[in-house]
């Protein structure tokens, strides 16, 4: 039994190529014309499936094929739309603002990067280029943790506002080096300290083939010592900002 309409993107053309498939629990994608767009949809079902990374890769999944044949504004997880009226009413309302967001993604993709130092690399490169720290570091491990406690304290202090600058100044040069190819780059948040940095790119898709080349020559000059997570083209999540109300009345979310 149908819940509503749930959402997975907004387009001005239904995609072509591939079918877009199944999509949240087993529910066929179909698009629906309205007001100017192409609402991509299946029927919800009654009970809101959980943001489950099963569930939410089955979204993403139909997105990227979408994504593949034409432009195409995703909707986050869990956007349901109470029927196609309603549906219908709210892309007419809200049409000069997805008009704005079409724009600004057009005949792009999102490229996601993921840089990282190789374990145990940049902290024997700041050691190496501060003699004094590494002196201190050796001279510690000789020493009971009971006598050298604020040493130690001190020690993870000094190493830490090292990593730090040494993490500004390098992702700044990486930054250096793709954003001129992306119409625009989001900055996202490290996941832990290894990590260099963490980006998406908008990247027009006529530029992908230059973006992978670029991505390439830098993981081969840095294979000893940065680690690189290359993926996409995924749907632009990071440069689209839909709210949930536009969609329903109410809309919800999961």
Request: proline residues 6%.
């Amino acid at each position: 039994m149908s819940g509503g309409l749930w959402l997975y993107g907004i387009g001005l053309a239904a995609p072509g190529g591939a079918p877009l498939g199944d999509g949240v629990a087993g529910a066929a994608v179909q698009p629906m014309e309205a007001a100017g767009f192409v609402a991509l949809v299946s029927d919800a079902p009654a009970e809101r499936p959980a943001p489950t990374r099963r569930h939410m890769l089955t979204h993403t999944a139909v997105l990227e094929r979408a994504t593949a044949a034409a432009d195409v504004l995703p909707v986050r997880f869990g956007t349901v739309a109470p029927d196609a009226t309603t549906l219908a009413r709210c892309l007419a309302a809200n049409a000069m603002k997805l008009r704005d967001a079409m724009a600004a993604i057009s005949d792009c993709v999102e490229l996601g990067l993921r840089v990282s130092w190789r374990e145990g690399v940049i902290f024997e490169e700041i050691l190496a280029a501060e003699p004094a720290l590494r002196a201190l570091r050796d001279r510690l491990a000789t020493r009971p943790m009971q006598e050298t406690y604020q040493d130690r304290i001190a020690l993870g202090r000094r190493v830490e506002a090292a990593l730090a600058a040494r993490r500004t100044a390098e992702a700044a040069s990486l930054d250096a080096k793709l954003a001129p190819l992306a119409v625009q780059m989001a900055v996202l948040r490290e996941v832990d300290e290894a990590m260099l940095l963490n980006r998406a790119f908008l990247v027009k898709r006529s530029e992908e083939t230059r973006f992978d080349a670029a991505v390439a020559a830098l993981e081969a000059a840095q294979a000893g010592r940065l680690l690189l997570r290359y993926v996409g083209p995924v749907p632009p999540f990071n440069f689209v900002s839909l709210r949930a109300e536009w969609f329903g009345a109410p809309a919800q979310a999961a």
